[in-house]
T-cell receptor, first 110, second 117 residues
Framework: GIQVEQSPPDLILQEGANSTLRCNFS?????LQWFHQNPWGQLINLFY???GTKQNGRLSATTVATERYSLLYISSSQTTDSGVYFC????????????FGKGTLLTVNP | ETGVTQTPRHLVMGMTNKKSLKCEQH?????MYWYKQSAKKPLELMFV???????ENNSVPSRFSPECPNSSHLFLHLHTLQPEDSALYLC????????????????FGPGTRLLVL
């Protein structure tokens, strides 16, 4: 299977700051997703982004498929953005195995 | 109800008990998944059902037994579990094509927190 590396593992911000989270893959993927896990364990879909750039409010994501990485940008962070951010991917070919990274724990302080 | 629901939300069981986790998706999807999230470990895929047929069994011990009676429901039957099986169990669903692979967004339920004593 593929290896998924996320950085940084932990991030502490003051409210209003911007941040960039990174995800590297060991192989090409044809399914790449970003999730936010809230303190109650619910995984919330942020982006399905195997390539290109998408934006949703204060969040945006960019995947450079040829270089096997994806970035998640959070602008003007709020305390409600706190939680763990995961990226996950499925290697190209016939495969259902969505492999997750270890996540980035984001803490936004007021 | 919308989305993916899971019951129970919390479960405490002894090692000799038998219990079942239930997942229901209200999205009209044709693929369903079980994941395990242990403390300080990445989410791990356990089982995948596509069109009610199991297409992935990720080396899961036989004390975990999945069942998919139809495309909307997925069960995980538990028996003689070990304390190390304590974890958050997440169900997900997606709408896939016929390519034999997952290329669409997976939507997750809220999970069942399982504690094995």
């Amino acid at each position: 299977g593929i290896q998924v590396e996320q950085s940084p593992p932990d991030l502490i911000l003051q409210e209003g700051a911007n941040s960039t989270l990174r995800c590297n893959f060991s192989d090409s993927v044809n399914n790449l997703q970003w999730f936010h896990q809230n303190p109650w364990g619910q995984l919330i879909n942020l982006f399905y982004i195997p390539s290109g750039t998408k934006q949703n409010g204060r969040l945006s994501a960019t995947t450079v498929a040829t270089e096997r990485y994806s970035l998640l940008y959070i602008s003007s962070s709020q305390t409600t953005d706190s939680g763990v951010y995961f990226c996950a991917g499925i290697r190209g070919g016939s495969n259902y195995k969505l492999t997750f990274g270890k996540g980035t724990l984001l803490t936004v302080n007021p | 109800e919308t989305g993916v629901t899971q019951t129970p939300r919390h479960l405490v069981m002894g090692m000799t008990n038998k219990k079942s986790l239930k997942c229901e998706q209200h999205l009209g999807h044709n693929a369903m998944y079980w994941y395990k999230q242990s403390a300080k470990k990445p989410l791990e895929l356990m089982f995948v059902y596509s069109l009610e047929e199991r297409v992935e069994n990720n080396s899961v011990p036989s004390r975990f037994s999945p069942e998919c009676p139809n495309s909307s429901h997925l069960f995980l039957h538990l028996h003689t579990l070990q304390p190390e099986d304590s974890a958050l169990y997440l169900c997900a669903s997606s709408q896939e094509g016929l390519a034999g692979a997952s290329r669409e967004t997976q939507y997750f339920g809220p999970g069942t927190r399982l504690l094995v004593l």
